[in-house]
């Protein structure tokens, strides 16, 4: 199969994962994947962004901004045109993006099969954080792209659920998770006794995250086990936690590692004793749950329908209240006092990886399958009638 993969992704960080690893098992798969988007995406190296689109940001009012993104349509739409003339592909598969709405326009006008990748419902995201000035035009144009969509593919259950409230009927909704490739994580080798435990976390670090909490936890801990934390990434809450660390004395046991290589994760996890989610957005699918879940680590993560949808609790992982106060801190005391348990949890979580195919194969192999019986059926542009070939 011919797919002609469309995005608007400006940097290499955690949509540039999802977007590399999806690439990669469709052509292990056999197919062939043109991918066509900004052609800054990557220059500001892992973890970064090109120095234009960082400029722009900087510069630009918020509504002018916003305005650019909506207009990036036209030469979006155009060289996504001629590439879809040049490579006359059976499907366009797209990561959505607010304001991006030139594969939907280039799949009503070819009559192509249109799947779209959702992984956040990003108006409310972006009103919420007060980072949209434009907030009905916003929500408007994510509407129609859901709506223009042959297949919405969210990456939750409770994602699916806000696309459905929004008019796209649920027979047009297939969740499709986040994953890892399994190739990157070997087996899991037993944890050497003795030393202090490593609690780990890894992603970029904000302060709704809470770990200030866990640092502030740390520096009181008075169990048997000696206990050390790892943060692998960056984040605007770093600094804070680099302080208050050096504060309360206990610099020595938490390292910052910054942004590293996200080839180097596998082998920064394996490292870790308890991996730590301390919170997630109650929509997302977040890509460190499942790095932990492939390294077969013991996880921490909130008790929330979305986390629930691949964790279970005493299973694959302790789930806490994130409700309640104290609550994360007495899961890592009751796993940092039961090595059994880790053990458990850790081999239960990659199996689960194992029993479901969370995998990035998997998930192509998903998108591929329903690619085939859209275009089987004759369908495209949201189920209007196709011919066979993009001709």
Known sequence: ???????????????????EEMVAAMRAEGHEVRLVGPSFYGQGGWGGESRAVGLARRLLPGWA????????NIPAYRQLARAAAEFRPDVIYERANLYFLAGAMLARRLRLPYLLEVNAPLADERARHGNLRLARLAAAAERHTWRAADRVLPVTE??????AREGVPRERITVIPNGIQLAHYPEPAP?????????????????????????????????EQALRLRVVGDGPARPGLEAQAASLGIADRVVFDGVVDHEAIPGLVAGF??????AAVPYASPLKVFEYMAAGRAIVAPDQPNLREVLEDGRTALLFDPAREGSLWEAIARLAADPALRARLGA??????????LTWTGNARRVAALAEELRAKGTGAAGRFAPASAA
């Open 1 to 19: 199969m011919r797919i002609l993969y469309s995005h608007r992704i400006g940097s290499r960080d955690g949509q540039g994962v999802h977007l």
């Open 65 to 72: 901004a916003e305005g650019a993104e909506l207009a990036y």
């Open 158 to 163: 409770v994602l699916a659920d806000r696309i």
């Open 191 to 223: 944890r050497p006794e003795g030393g202090p435990l490593t609690l780990g976390f890894v992603g970029f670090i904000r302060e709704w995250h809470g770990m200030d909490k866990v640092v502030a936890a740390l520096a009181t801990w008075r169990g």
């Open 273 to 278: 004793d308890i991996a730590l989610q301390p």
């Open 348 to 357: 239960a979580a990659r199996a689960e990886v194992l029993r479901r195919d």
